[in-house]
């Protein structure tokens, strides 16, 4: 089975490469304090702070594992100059052609996206519908509510320095 390429900004990779970095140092640390500790309390086989400690343990060594992949499967974004079509890492402000009301996103990879900050994935449907299209474009997005129709207004390069295969 070939893994799965993850597509991450600058900041999506720094920000994943700290979680790693927490969790393989700080959060250890405290985890294997706690089974210390329980151990220390007796008989570990009726000790519910030893079962929880072991698996809080095993959550962490699971997202280290996790994080270790993405990090070995990303590609990084790579920046690129005003462009006039959405490309993966583009801001764009959209027009709801319905509603007359603009909305801000950044066309970012599944591993990234995070709607509450408007980062939206390239895999989702308006960030399917919008890749490669330019502004004045007005897209169609069927969504589970209906159909939703944009009018691209503006589109700004992706911020950031450039990587590639980090």
């Known amino acids: 089975m070939v893994d799965k390429e993850v597509i991450l900004t600058v900041e999506g990779l720094k920000k994943l490469e700290d979680e790693l970095e927490l969790y393989k140092t700080q959060k250890r640390r405290e985890v294997a304090e706690r089974i210390k500790q329980a151990i220390e309390f007796g008989d570990i086989s009726e000790n519910s ?7 809080e343990q095993a959550f962490i060594e699971g997202r280290i594992i996790t994080l270790e992949k993405m990090l070995r499967n990303a590609r990084v974004i790579d920046d690129h100059e005003e ?3 959405v490309l993966l890492g583009s801001t764009i402000l959209l027009k709801d052609v ?3 009301e603009e909305e801000e996103y950044t066309i970012v990879g599944s591993a990234e996206a995070d ?8 895999e989702s449907p ?12 007005t897209v169609e997005v069927n969504v589970p509510a209906g159909l ?13 320095k450039s990587a590639v295969n980090a």
């Open 83 to 85: 462009t006039d079509s």
């Open 126 to 137: 308006v960030g399917k519908a919008v890749l490669g299209k330019e502004k004045g474009d």
């Open 148 to 160: 939703l129709r944009y009018t691209i207004i503006d589109i700004r390069a992706v911020a950031g």
């Open 98 to 100: 319905d509603f007359d």
């Open 115 to 122: 709607p509450a900050t408007n980062k939206i994935s390239n």
């Open 49 to 55: 702070e030893y079962e929880d400690a072991k698996n």
